[in-house]
């Protein structure tokens, strides 16, 4: 149950003895919120009213940094793989849209089992929005799920698919530049240190040569990182990474990759040739994301090319110093594709819907929600149903836009019931850690990662109560 008030909240804060006689709040000799607490704050930070809201966000992540849990950059851990110091690994990068706390708390069992550190939540621009759930609420669902399964030491948080929309770019170039760069200042505030940039949106396949193809997208990928160098928090380098071609295209090119880095190289040692660049570049190997589902709402078979992967990999860390390439669109592939991956030296794997299909199809979810869902998207998206698509393709691909309206009845859902969905989730984590081959890495993060840890502002609604 949420907190139903601030003072409710205070309450808590005093009961694990924060200290809140002083200038700021103290939590240096606080006690771990028990369980019952980080659940209600979990909650409260998740359907609470705005004011109580922001406290309980602002709470988790203090509570958590007090317990050694600290938001953190995937930068060194990458510039060791671009050095040769680890490889055979590929990074799961998760995108959960809703449902987030009891989720994560299902990949941080999974880690544990498997003693693994090396993973990253992630939200895009798009989830953010179309499940109304900010970045500073989605960071706080992953913190709370750390503290409460007794995790330690960083957690990744990244931002994918920080994308410029080429129409509105063509209309008004530095109007959609503010757009984005206004969006990396939240996810920064919200601890995500790691950002993908995207502007493979604007690549024009018609001009004459690969690299006038990829000129703009370099220019503003240049742009980016030098804005994201210059509000990243004091001693912590947040890794980037960049896009040549958009998942569900053509397949990317080993002269794409050295067109688009040669442009960019240039364009940053233009601006500070000391600034570090990105770490990992996303390319176009073959999948879709979210698969591509037939018209009965079965999916398609995937040919993925992995030499492709294995190629454009070799090529980032010989010649440029990135950790590799980072596949998209693949969390639907079966486990003997998936399990590819590591061998393939892709550095990184973005998934997303096989999640959000496991819960939503899930035997234990209650009859009442999956109406709701259904009901929801049905009379809500219509307009968005592309021409052709059956009622299987048009629900499958639109559901997950539903997660707005679904908070609170998930956070209501019988306990039986999101203690199976729960063991289902902990089950695919644990088989994706292991085709990713990323067990037993604690001491391989530990070893190159920097714990920087950033003390988040008071809310004014906190500051006022104690004012008060």
């Given at each position: ?6 003072s ?6 005093k ?29 409260t ?25 600290v938001?953190?950059?995937?930068q060194?851990?990458y510039?060791a793989c ?7 690994k ?11 706390y ?9 880690a ?20 109304q ?11 709370a799920?750390?503290l ?7 957690v ?26 206004a ?12 950002i ?5 949106t ?43 071609g ?5 397949n ?9 880095m040669?442009v960019?190289?240039?364009?940053m040692?233009?601006?500070d040739a000391?600034l ?21 709402g ?14 454009i990999?070799?090529?980032?860390r ?14 639907t ?20 819907l096989?999640?959000?299909n ?7 979810l ?46 209501e ?20 850690f ?10 391989l ?12 502002p008071?809310p004014?609604?906190l500051?006022?109560a104690?004012?008060?």
């Open positions: 149950m949420a907190c139903s008030s601030l409710e909240l205070l309450a808590d804060l009961a694990i003895k924060v200290d809140l006689s002083g200038p700021s709040p103290d939590f240096s000799k606080s006690q771990r919120p028990p369980d019952e607490m980080i659940d209600r704050w979990a909650e930070a998740a359907i609470a009213e705005p004011e109580t809201r922001a406290v309980a966000i602002w709470a988790i992540r203090e509570a958590a940094l007090a317990a050694g849990i938001p953190s950059s995937v060194e851990l510039l671009a050095a040769g110091k680890w490889s055979g590929t990074v799961p990068a998760m995108n959960l849209r809703g449902w987030t009891h989720t994560c708390r299902a990949v941080f069992r999974a544990r089992e498997l003693d693994s550190k090396l993973f990253i939540f992630e939200q895009a621009v798009g989830e953010a929005l179309y499940a759930q900010p970045p500073l609420e989605y960071a706080a669902g992953v913190l799920a750390a409460r399964e007794g995790h330690a030491g960083p990744f948080l990244q931002a994918d698919h920080d994308q410029i929309n080429a129409k509105a770019y063509l209309a008004d170039p530095k109007a959609e530049v503010r757009k984005l760069e969006i990396m200042r939240e996810q920064v505030a919200a601890g995500l240190y790691s993908d940039i995207d502007a493979s604007v690549v024009d396949l018609s001009l004459p040569t690969v690299e006038d193809q990829q000129r703009v997208n370099a220019e503003l990928t240049a742009h980016f990182t030098q804005f994201v160098r210059g509000i990243e928090p004091k001693g912590i380098t947040i890794s980037l990474g960049a896009e040549i958009e998942v569900g295209h053509e990317t090119t080993p002269e794409e990759l050295r067109s688009f040669k960019y190289l240039e364009e040692a233009r601006r000391k570090p660049i990105v770490s990992k570049i996303s390319i176009n190997s073959g999948t879709y994301h979210g698969g591509k589902v037939l018209p009965d079965t999916l398609a078979a995937v040919n993925v090319d992995y030499d492709l992967l294995k190629t990999s070799t090529i980032c010989s010649d440029y110093n990135m950790a590799g390439a980072v596949q998209h669109g693949a969390s592939l079966p486990g003997e594709q998936l399990a590819k991956f590591p061998a393939a030296e892709a550095v990184e794997i973005h998934l997303a096989g999640f959000n496991l819960i939503f199809d899930h035997p234990s209650p009859q009442a929600l999956r109406d709701q869902i259904r009901e929801y998207t049905f009379a809500n998206h219509a307009s968005e149903r592309a021409e052709g698509e059956t009622d299987a393709q048009f629900f499958y691909n639109t559901r997950k836009k539903s997660w707005k309206v679904m908070k609170k009845p998930f956070w859902m019988p306990a039986p019931a999101q203690a199976d969905i729960m063991k289902s989730l902990q089950d695919m984590f644990r088989n994706m292991t085709w990713m081959n990323v067990g037993d890495t604690s001491r993060v530990t070893d190159n990662t920097t714990l920087v840890k950033v003390v988040p008071v004014d609604a500051r006022k104690r004012a008060a």
